[in-house]
């Protein structure tokens, strides 16, 4: 019975290391992203640089809402926003397990990475043909950097999608 404790406690002891290490080593990353995403919010309005530039989705818009209410316990709402939202939490689910618990690479991670990202730009396409502009997130935001910067790209995005 003690050595099954002792086992165990090592290997939580490993999985805090192997944690630890992985936040020093991103220790400037995750607070330049904080930064950055703070600031394109309250500057211009949201986090999604395509829609910011453009005033167009991207085919991640509705990603990180749909995060959220996937974490209130709002699935058909997160469906909603982000159809792929589901696969890419199974995907970091088994590449944390793989990475931290196991202490292994997530074999396979990016070739499912990659397929997931290609179903979301099929899912951005479909939407964008069959919905936008419409509600959240297929909608076109006017204010945009490029309307800003040229008015008769924002009158004609005015005309088109208003």
Do not use: H
Not at 70 to 97: D, H, K, N
């Amino acid at each position: 019975m003690q050595r099954v404790k002792e086992k165990r406690r090592a290997g939580l002891r490993a999985v805090r290391l192997r944690i630890l290490r992985d936040l020093k080593k991103y220790r400037l990353a995750v607070p330049a992203f904080l930064l950055y995403a703070v600031l394109t919010t309250v500057f211009l309005g949201t986090i999604c640089p395509l829609s910011a530039l453009t005033g167009f989705p991207c085919p991640g818009c509705g990603s990180t809402r749909a995060l959220f209410l996937v974490l209130t316990g709002r699935w058909s709402a997160a469906f909603y926003y982000s159809p792929c939202i589901f696969l890419w939490i199974l995907l970091a689910v088994y590449a944390g397990w793989q990475r931290y618990v196991r202490g292994k690479r997530a074999a396979g991670a990016l070739p499912a990475a990659a397929g997931i990202a290609a179903l979301m730009l099929f899912v951005y396409l479909y939407r964008m043909a069959a919905e936008f502009p419409g509600s959240p997130p297929m909608d076109y935001r006017e204010e945009n950097v490029l309307a800003r910067l040229l008015p008769a790209y924002g009158g004609l995005m005015r005309r088109l999608f208003s």
